[in-house]
């Protein structure tokens, strides 16, 4: 797919629903009682990917554009699927299912596609297996195909050494099966959807500063979830209108928990003119309207606990980073390596090649801004991400950018293209 440089980017844009809220409406909702109903529901790849499985193991769903209905069988009402569980693209689907098989009472097997059977499970295996799971990684490397067969669990006090979402409701999951409380302790706070969600449902949960801990024996009982705009998407709409003349663009109903909205943080920080309007609250997750208008930016410097916050919006953060006067930072960034790409090679090699000045460090990337960038073929590695950053990066670019694999957005945002392209003048 090729790209060239944008005149101006003016309209509304109304994104698609949040993956990873709609990965755990879907999970809740088949452990819980009753039937929850899911409006805004994202149908992306990863997220269909979620609803295959769990309809594998025996949940009824029913999933229309208009809204998505589970019907719940409780904690136990899972029945063992007749072939593997197939994950695909996603490491949200892989993670968090399984916490919720270590504890059945029967054995199951996950596998995806070659980029998920690359991405690091022994995260997830190791606080498991202390809480009693018998797991495999059946080509013995830590990485999918899994194999997990159902065991009595017990609860576990576990410091993580990752500020990981997946990592962490994975456990919180695993512990509504144990037979005593379980907690987990971060170095710093992740994404909080799985918290908000299980205390949503009845789950006995409480959070105090970077340790949630989980109570089980609850019973889990459907709810109605509205399901806010993803703001990992809405970044790539921030982007457009921050670095494209004359731009003016209003997001609408983009989630803005604190845990996630670092990228909005991050934009201010380099001078973004970004307004928040019609705030609001669904399902204990706060939203908003975001108005975005081209700005001079500078540089800055992203780390620490901000990265949990934004880790997904990094790449588009490196982008904005070219269009920025000074120099920008970004470290203690080591889970861009394993993402569904290494993103910190990919990004440092595509920027460069459009004439980026960008060096990559190992825990992040360093970011000379104001080099005016050119067209270049770039290699998506079959990232949403990368994709799409560079699908923005390219309209503020002289020249013809093509982007390979660029259908990979699929993955979280099937319409990316056509909305991005009804805002372009």
Do not use: W
Not at 227 to 252: K, R, T
Not at 285 to 295: K, Q
């Amino acid at each position: 797919m090729k790209f060239t440089r944008a005149n101006t980017c003016k309209g509304t844009v109304r994104i698609p629903g949040d993956k990873s809220i709609s990965h755990r409406s879907v999970m809740l909702g088949a452990i819980s009682e009753g039937t929850t109903k899911v409006t805004n529901f994202l149908q992306g790849a990863d997220c269909l990917s979620t609803i295959d499985c769990f309809l594998r193991l025996g949940i009824q769903i029913e999933n229309h554009a208009e809204e998505t209905l589970i019907h719940g069988r409780g904690l136990y009402g899972l029945t063992a699927p007749e072939s593997r569980l197939d994950v695909g693209n996603s490491g949200t689907t892989a993670r968090l299912l399984s916490g919720i098989l270590a504890g059945q009472n029967f054995s199951s097997e996950l596998t995806g596609d070659s980029s998920i059977q690359s991405r690091p499970m022994k995260r997830i295996i190791d606080p498991l297996s202390l809480m009693g799971a018998q797991m495999e990684s059946l080509r013995g490397n830590g990485c999918v195909p899994l194999h997990i067969k159902g065991s009595p669990l017990h609860g576990i006090r576990y410091h993580s050494k990752v500020a990981s979402a997946q990592v962490k409701s994975c456990i919180l999951l695993a512990g509504l099966y144990a037979d005593s409380p379980t907690s987990v302790t971060e170095p710093y706070l992740s994404r909080n959807h799985s918290e908000i969600m299980l205390k949503h449902f009845g789950a006995d949960l409480t959070s105090e500063d970077t340790t949630a801990t989980i109570l089980p024996g609850a019973k889990l009982t459907a709810r109605e979830i509205k399901v806010p705009g993803d703001i990992s998407s809405a970044a790539y709409f921030i982007a457009a209108g921050l670095i494209i003349p004359g731009a003016e663009v209003l997001i609408q109903n983009v989630g803005i928990n604190p845990t996630r909205n670092g990228i909005l943080k991050v934009c201010r920080d380099m001078g973004a003119d970004i307004t928040l309007l019609n705030r609001s609250c669904e399902s204990g997750e706060p939203a908003a309207d975001l108005l975005v208008r081209h700005s001079t930016l500078r540089g800055t410097t992203v780390g620490g606990g901000m990265i949990p916050t934004l880790i997904d919006e990094l790449p588009v953060v490196a982008a904005l980073a070219c269009f920025a006067e000074g120099t920008t930072i970004i470290k203690d960034a080591q889970e861009l390596k394993v993402k569904e790409s290494n993103r910190i090679q990919v990004m440092v090699k595509n920027l460069s090649a459009m004439g980026a000045h960008i060096t990559a460090t190992d825990d992040g990337m360093i970011i000379e801004g104001g080099y005016p960038l050119h067209g270049a073929v770039i290699d998506s590695r079959l990232d949403h991400r990368i994709a799409m950053t560079f699908a923005v990066a390219a309209l503020a670019s002289d020249g013809e950018t093509e982007i390979l694999g660029a259908d990979c957005v699929r993955i979280s945002y099937p319409k990316f293209y056509a909305d991005l392209k009804n805002l372009i003048k």
